[in-house]
C-alpha cells in the first residue's frame, strides 16, 4: 500500500526479476482495503490497470496488461485512475 499524497505519484518496486507482469491500482477511498461496488459490480471507488486497458466485464486480462521487465532497464508504467461515479 502506498499513501497518496498528490494527484501524481510515483511508486517504486526495486529489485523485480525480468519477466512479464501486471500492475493494477485501487484509490480505496474510504480505506476499508476493499474495492467496493454497487449490487452490479460496477466499482465505487478508482482503479487502473497496466497499458491503461479495461476490461469487458471485471479486470482486463493478463495478456493485455502484462508489462514486459527487462534486466538492468528501467521500466516506466504509467496508469490512469478511472472513476465509474453514478452520473458519469
Excluded: C, W
Excluded at 527487462?70 to 485512475?81: L, V
Aim: zero cysteines; glycine letters at 10%; aromatic letters at 6%.
Amino acid at each position: 500500500m502506498v499513501k497518496v499524497t498528490e494527484t501524481e505519484m510515483v511508486v517504486t518496486f526495486p529489485d523485480i526479476k525480468p519477466g512479464n507482469y501486471a500492475v493494477s491500482v485501487l484509490h480505496d477511498e474510504n480505506q476499508n482495503k476493499d474495492m467496493d461496488q454497487t449490487g452490479l459490480g460496477i466499482p465505487k471507488e478508482g482503479f487502473g490497470f497496466s497499458n491503461d486497458v479495461m476490461g469487458m466485464i471485471g479486470p482486463p486480462s493478463f495478456k493485455r496488461a502484462k508489462v514486459l521487465v527487462n534486466e538492468h532497464q528501467d521500466t516506466d508504467i504509467s496508469i490512469k485512475m478511472k472513476y465509474m461515479k453514478a452520473g458519469q
